[in-house]
């Protein structure tokens, strides 16, 4: 198999498993308003988060091996400052205006909810070009020892999205590095079957006895002071929640197909599903759509509604109308910034 071949057929592993987790996103933000009402949801939850974020950052690293040096690294960079901007100006002022919500605090150091990713975003690239001396296992290695140190820190682990910075950076270092054909050569259909078996096993032990577990350790935007863990072995903790993590990500893989599909269209348009959902959700929120919901049915329909959206807002016709908000044209930049030092070196 040529290495083009090879990395087409990554490729297209990874934006079916980026669209899944696009899915998981939706559902877990919509659900979240009901986990205190329903065990089952709850676990739901719970499942979820134990992957979908230290995946959906893997991914990011793995397809940052294009686009970490070079003008493409500064070009990406810049979008991302762009998108930051825009969006937080965007949430903050529908906030303020529309949905009226309080007891929030609007600055552009406190990423407003979902946008902590596009801030720990900006930083995983520059901390990684920081270590490229380092090999790839010493990267990994110093990455998780900044992970459970930062949970030490007498500071708020929201500002900047400092705290899940570094709490989730060992994720984006591994996507960065990792290799597609050793995942192809083990995920074998016998191996996919017991990884299937394996995460609904792992539901089922949430469901059973994951009431202990709190929420908190897994958003990783909290210290271990904040988690109301003052021991001097609280980093211990997040070790193994880190191989909980690695765990559930792993089976996860299992229900990702490898064929190309309408999925891995879908796949390439998430950022706009992941930055436009907030509305969504946020528009829920505001209305009486919860008052609702108190039997299964109706939360089923909830969460069909939110893959359904999901579907809706990875059409070609949404990036058409939004890119210049979501994908901002950063060349301008860069050309007013060769202008500026041309100008500077004369």
Request: proline residues 3%.
């Amino acid at each position: 198999m040529s290495a083009t071949h090879l990395n087409q057929r990554g490729e297209t592993f990874f934006l079916n498993l980026r669209f899944l987790l696009i899915v998981c996103v939706f559902i877990g933000n919509a659900i979240e308003p009901l986990i205190s009402r329903m065990d089952g949801i709850h676990s739901l939850y719970m499942w979820i988060f134990t992957f979908h974020m230290p995946l959906f950052v893997f991914v990011t690293g793995y397809f940052a091996k294009s686009s970490l040096t070079g003008e493409a690294g500064r070009k990406v960079l810049l979008q991302i400052g762009m998108q930051y901007i825009i969006f937080q100006t965007l949430y903050s002022v529908l906030d303020i205006t529309v949905f009226q919500v309080k007891n929030i605090h609007h600055s552009f150091f406190a990423p407003y909810l979902l946008l902590w990713f596009l801030a720990s975003h900006f930083c995983w690239r520059l901390v990684l070009l920081s270590l490229r001396k380092c090999s790839p296992l010493q990267q990994i290695a110093i990455s998780v020892l900044l992970g459970v140190l930062v949970g030490y820190l007498q500071l708020d682990g929201t500002w900047l999205s400092f705290s899940r910075t570094f709490v989730f950076l060992p994720f984006f270092i591994a996507g960065y590095h990792f290799s597609f054909a050793a995942l192809e050569k083990f995920l074998t259909r016998k191996v996919r079957v017991t990884g299937m078996m394996l995460s609904a096993g792992l539901f089922l032990v949430l469901y059973l006895g994951g009431g202990n577990l709190i929420p908190g350790w897994l958003y990783g935007n909290m210290t271990y002071m904040q988690l109301d863990h003052h021991e001097w072995y609280a980093g211990l903790i997040r070790l193994s929640l880190y191989l909980l993590q690695l765990f559930a990500g792993a089976i996860f893989l299992s229900f990702v197909p490898a064929k190309e599909s309408r999925l891995t269209d879908f796949g390439r348009r998430t950022l706009y599903v992941f930055l436009l959902h907030g509305l969504i959700i946020r528009l829920a929120a505001a209305s009486p759509l919860y008052d609702y919901i108190h039997t299964g049915a109706a939360t089923l329909g909830l969460i069909a509604g939110a893959v359904i959206l999901t579907v809706l807002l990875s059409q070609p016709a949404v990036r058409k109308w939004t890119s210049p908000a979501i994908e901002p044209p950063v060349q301008w930049v860069v050309e007013l910034e060769r202008r500026a030092l041309g100008q500077f070196n004369h």
